[in-house]
Protein backbone atom coordinates (compact mmCIF):
# COMPACT_ATOMS: atom_id res chain seq x y z
CA UNK A 1 0.00 0.00 0.00
CA UNK A 2 1.37 3.66 -1.16
CA UNK A 3 1.36 5.80 2.03
CA UNK A 4 1.02 9.63 0.32
CA UNK A 5 -1.46 10.94 3.54
CA UNK A 6 -2.40 10.52 7.38
CA UNK A 7 -5.63 8.43 6.55
CA UNK A 8 -3.51 5.90 4.19
CA UNK A 9 -1.37 5.39 6.91
CA UNK A 10 -4.45 4.96 9.51
CA UNK A 11 -5.73 2.44 6.39
CA UNK A 12 -2.14 0.31 6.54
CA UNK A 13 -1.73 0.09 10.28
CA UNK A 14 -5.22 -1.49 10.73
CA UNK A 15 -4.53 -4.00 7.87
CA UNK A 16 -1.21 -5.44 9.56
CA UNK A 17 -0.94 -8.84 10.80
CA UNK A 18 -0.41 -8.22 13.96
CA UNK A 19 -1.51 -5.19 16.46
CA UNK A 20 -0.07 -2.11 15.97
CA UNK A 21 0.32 1.05 18.09
CA UNK A 22 1.15 4.65 16.40
CA UNK A 23 3.26 6.62 18.05
CA UNK A 24 2.79 10.48 17.98
CA UNK A 25 5.49 13.02 18.30
CA UNK A 26 4.70 16.60 18.25
CA UNK A 27 7.26 18.99 17.88
CA UNK A 28 7.47 22.87 17.69
CA UNK A 29 9.84 25.22 16.31
CA UNK A 30 12.18 27.36 18.25
CA UNK A 31 15.28 30.05 17.76
CA UNK A 32 18.18 30.23 19.37
CA UNK A 33 18.86 32.99 21.32
CA UNK A 34 21.86 33.29 19.70
CA UNK A 35 20.96 33.35 16.33
CA UNK A 36 21.74 35.67 13.47
CA UNK A 37 19.44 38.65 11.72
CA UNK A 38 19.05 36.18 8.81
CA UNK A 39 18.14 33.49 10.72
CA UNK A 40 15.39 35.52 12.23
CA UNK A 41 13.60 37.16 8.96
CA UNK A 42 13.42 33.47 8.06
CA UNK A 43 12.42 32.15 10.91
CA UNK A 44 9.73 35.08 11.26
CA UNK A 45 8.71 34.45 7.50
CA UNK A 46 7.91 30.59 8.39
CA UNK A 47 11.14 28.76 7.98
CA UNK A 48 14.15 27.99 9.72
CA UNK A 49 14.54 27.14 13.13
CA UNK A 50 14.90 24.21 15.41
CA UNK A 51 12.85 21.21 15.83
CA UNK A 52 11.65 20.61 19.52
CA UNK A 53 9.57 17.60 20.99
CA UNK A 54 6.91 18.87 22.75
CA UNK A 55 4.53 15.97 23.82
CA UNK A 56 4.31 12.30 22.85
CA UNK A 57 1.34 9.65 22.80
CA UNK A 58 0.94 6.09 21.56
CA UNK A 59 -2.56 4.82 20.13
CA UNK A 60 -3.76 2.04 18.81
CA UNK A 61 -5.17 2.33 15.32
CA UNK A 62 -8.82 2.48 16.05
CA UNK A 63 -8.17 5.28 18.81
CA UNK A 64 -7.71 7.36 16.10
CA UNK A 65 -10.69 8.37 14.54
CA UNK A 66 -9.17 10.95 12.32
CA UNK A 67 -6.24 13.48 11.99
CA UNK A 68 -8.64 16.61 12.89
CA UNK A 69 -9.74 14.74 15.70
CA UNK A 70 -5.81 14.04 16.62
CA UNK A 71 -4.86 17.84 15.94
CA UNK A 72 -8.08 18.95 18.37
CA UNK A 73 -6.68 16.62 21.30
CA UNK A 74 -2.72 18.17 20.61
CA UNK A 75 -4.66 22.04 21.35
CA UNK A 76 -3.58 21.67 25.11
CA UNK A 77 -0.34 21.80 24.48
CA UNK A 78 1.33 24.57 26.49
CA UNK A 79 3.31 25.38 23.02
CA UNK A 80 1.53 25.34 19.89
CA UNK A 81 2.88 21.98 17.71
CA UNK A 82 3.88 23.08 13.75
CA UNK A 83 4.58 19.09 12.91
CA UNK A 84 3.52 15.70 14.51
CA UNK A 85 6.13 12.86 13.77
CA UNK A 86 4.06 9.22 13.50
CA UNK A 87 6.03 5.85 13.87
CA UNK A 88 3.94 2.59 13.70
CA UNK A 89 5.59 0.04 16.50
CA UNK A 90 4.16 -3.67 15.50
CA UNK A 91 3.50 -6.32 18.14
CA UNK A 92 3.81 -9.69 17.18
CA UNK A 93 2.07 -13.25 17.28
CA UNK A 94 -1.15 -11.79 17.47
CA UNK A 95 -0.26 -9.48 20.71
CA UNK A 96 -0.37 -5.89 20.79
CA UNK A 97 3.02 -3.97 22.19
CA UNK A 98 3.35 -3.60 25.51
CA UNK A 99 2.61 -0.09 27.18
CA UNK A 100 6.46 0.02 28.26
CA UNK A 101 7.47 -1.06 24.54
CA UNK A 102 5.77 1.98 23.23
CA UNK A 103 6.85 3.91 25.79
CA UNK A 104 10.71 3.53 25.17
CA UNK A 105 9.94 3.55 21.31
CA UNK A 106 8.74 6.96 21.88
CA UNK A 107 11.38 7.92 24.16
CA UNK A 108 14.03 7.07 21.62
CA UNK A 109 11.82 8.92 19.03
CA UNK A 110 11.87 11.76 20.65
CA UNK A 111 15.48 12.08 21.43
CA UNK A 112 15.98 10.95 17.12
CA UNK A 113 14.06 14.19 16.86
CA UNK A 114 15.98 16.06 18.96
CA UNK A 115 19.35 15.12 17.25
CA UNK A 116 18.01 15.76 13.38
CA UNK A 117 17.51 12.07 12.61
CA UNK A 118 13.98 12.08 11.73
CA UNK A 119 14.04 10.00 8.62
CA UNK A 120 12.49 6.80 9.75
CA UNK A 121 9.21 8.85 10.88
CA UNK A 122 6.54 10.24 8.88
CA UNK A 123 5.75 14.20 9.44
CA UNK A 124 2.95 15.97 9.17
CA UNK A 125 1.71 19.46 9.18
CA UNK A 126 -1.26 21.29 10.89
CA UNK A 127 -3.48 20.38 8.52
CA UNK A 128 -2.62 16.79 8.06
CA UNK A 129 -0.27 17.31 5.00
CA UNK A 130 3.27 15.55 4.50
CA UNK A 131 5.85 17.04 5.18
CA UNK A 132 9.15 16.83 3.03
CA UNK A 133 12.16 18.15 4.62
CA UNK A 134 15.02 19.61 2.74
Same mark, same amino acid.
Given at each position: ????? /??? =????? *??? !?? %????? @? #?? &? ?38 ? /??? =????? *??? !?? %????? @? #?? &? ?46
Amino acid at each position: MNISN /FDD =LIQAS *KLQ !AD %PQHLL @F #VF &AGVELPDDCTPEQRAEFDAGEGGTLVPLMYVDKTPLEVAS /FKA =LAEEA *KNL !AQ %PWRIV @F #VA &ALSGSRGLAPSSQDAENALKRMEESIRQGNFGNYMPFDQHGEPVIFG
